[in-house]
């Protein structure tokens, strides 16, 4: 396959922000006022992207092209898509009472008229680091991405974190614990949704179930995906079967990892897994806040970053 030049990092930010309790994809975590999406930016222009796409919701529009797409107009190309409870096949209505959005694989599928070239997708409000999107980069353009030939799988990729690496000291994660075949393949992704950091690694606490003892070593999703705009024709017949049995469960997502794990079980795509030792920084809860504008303050003084990024 021939290597690409074009690449694009899309952002998913129309999340609520329940367990935060508030917009924390705008959030000031930097010493010059920035966001943590803002340093996502940063370190992708740094890798090699060349267009950032960002998936909002309409409410907010004015104080996003405000506070966030101003600032990178000389320094990367940026378009905005929106994610709306609305937008739904033809055959399907919004059900009454449902205010929750459609979860981040339906977000996904708003880019499809503005994605052209191989993409890395990744959360507003998770910090991934330098590596990871120099990773991520170096796949997308390598040429191994996309469409085999005869018989050969679809080619995706997933930057996959150390479960030790993500965990927050001030509640649970939800966190995709991997599982790799012996030539880094990807043979599932399970979504763990109560896991707690450990004295000795972490362990997931279902309601009802019993507890499950992890190391902190498991390789694990935090939802940063390269792929091709092939994935959208998949994930939109998928998104059909998948409202068929879940229009009317009020809570119910239509989720990224779900959908690359039905790819992969259905011999549809192989994932390749790309290993990064970074550390993770969140806000998934607003008592992280401060361990994040710390950990930052130190990359900053370490000369990774500037003082203002843009």
């Known amino acids: ?70 600032k990178y107009k000389d320094a990367i190309k940026v378009e905005l898509v929106f994610q709306d409870l609305t937008d739904l096949p033809e055959g399907y209505s919004l059900p009454e009472g449902r205010e929750k959005p459609w979860g981040t694989a339906h977000a996904l599928l708003t880019t499809k008229d503005v994605v052209h070239e191989p993409f890395a997708v990744i959360n507003a409000d998770d910090f991934y680091s330098r590596d ?56 599932s992704v399970e979504e763990l949704l109560k896991i707690f950091k450990t004295p000795d690694g972490a362990e997931d606490r279902p309601e009802g179930e019993a507890p499950r003892s992890l190391t902190g070593n498991e390789p694990v999703s935090m939802n940063m995906w390269c792929f091709t705009p092939e994935v959208f024709q998949y994930f939109g017949d998928n998104f059909n079967a998948w409202l068929d049995k879940n229009l009317e469960v009020p809570k119910s997502e239509f989720l990224i990892p779900t959908e690359v794990d039905k790819l992969i079980k259905d011999g549809i795509a192989e994932v390749k897994l790309l290993h990064t030792d970074a550390k993770w920084f969140g806000v998934t809860y607003k008592e992280d806040k401060p361990i994040v504008v710390d950990s930052i303050q130190k990359l900053v003084d370490g000369g990774l970053y500037p003082e203002k990024l843009f």
């Open 1 to 70: 396959m021939d290597k690409v030049k074009d690449t694009t990092l899309v952002i998913l930010a129309a999340g609520m922000g329940s367990r935060y309790g508030g917009l924390k994809q705008l959030d000031e975590v930097g010493p010059s006022g920035e966001a943590i999406l803002d340093y996502s930016v940063y370190d992708a222009i740094q890798a090699g992207f060349t267009k950032v796409v960002f998936i909002i919701r309409h409410d907010f529009e004015s104080l996003f092209k405000e506070k966030v797409v101003s």
């Open 132 to 187: 990871a999107f120099v990773k991520a980069n170096e796949f997308l353009t390598s040429g191994n991405i996309g469409s085999g030939t005869g018989e050969q799988a679809i080619q995706f990729a997933m930057v996959g974190f150390q479960l030790s690496n993500t965990l927050s000291d001030n509640g649970s994660v939800a966190r995709g614990v991997c599982t790799t075949d012996e030539n880094d393949n990807l043979v």
